[in-house]
């Protein structure tokens, strides 16, 4: 019996807008392009990695289990039509829970062999290119490094993770700010 796999493998990597740019169009010769959609994540404060979303495909919300930046993370999700986050700030909001950092992030998906690929770009925070393969308990390192060998064909090492620690606090500090800047800079 294969076990299954619920956890989710990631590397990735902080880009500035060449990168992005230069990025972007290589994914759209060499990978499947599956769409690109806005998105407002809510985070929560808590022990754990609790969230809502909203985009333009639909709502959900999930927990991460393990720690912020950790390679592999087991997640938990359930996704309802886009019409209902409502319903889930409703119920968050009356369970107590306060919001810890709030994203707007415009991501573009793509198929790349057998990898999602996520190309971000989060409003107050920056440019992000994310490499994704579900695993199994068993097959976690094998992945991690399957993942890191790809995001080299791109010409790309993972960000270190004090340095993504380090601009996620900046960006948890500062988030209001941040976006409030972001959307006051001429077009």
């Known amino acids: 019996m294969e076990s299954a796999k619920t956890t989710e493998c990631e590397v990735r990597t902080l880009l500035d807008y ?29 022990p754990h990695d609790l969230r809502i979303q909203k985009s333009t495909t639909c709502a959900k ?6 720690k912020m930046h950790d390679e592999c993370r087991e997640e938990v999700e359930v996704r309802m039509e886009p019409e209902r986050f409502g319903e889930l700030e409703r119920l968050f909001d ?15 998906r793509f198929d790349w062999g057998d990898i999602d690929v996520s190309l971000d770009y989060t409003k107050g925070y920056g440019y992000v290119i994310e490499l994704e393969k579900m695993s199994d308990d068993a097959g976690r390192e094998e992945t991690i490094r399957y ?3 790809k995001l080299g064909e791109l010409g790309f090492r993972p960000t270190p ?10 960006y948890r500090e500062r988030w209001r700010t941040l976006i409030n800047e972001e959307e006051k800079k001429p077009a």
């Open 147 to 149: 993942l890191k060998d």
């Open 18 to 46: 060449f990168q992005y740019e230069a990025l972007k169009e290589r994914l759209m010769r060499e990978a499947v392009f599956r769409g690109e959609d806005a998105q407002e994540t809510r985070y929560f404060e808590g």
């Open 61 to 66: 919300v999930w927990l991460k289990k393990g």
């Open 94 to 108: 009356a369970l107590g829970y306060s919001t810890g950092i709030v994203w707007h992030r415009h991501r573009m």
């Open 161 to 170: 993770k004090p340095v993504l620690h380090e601009r996620f606090t900046y």
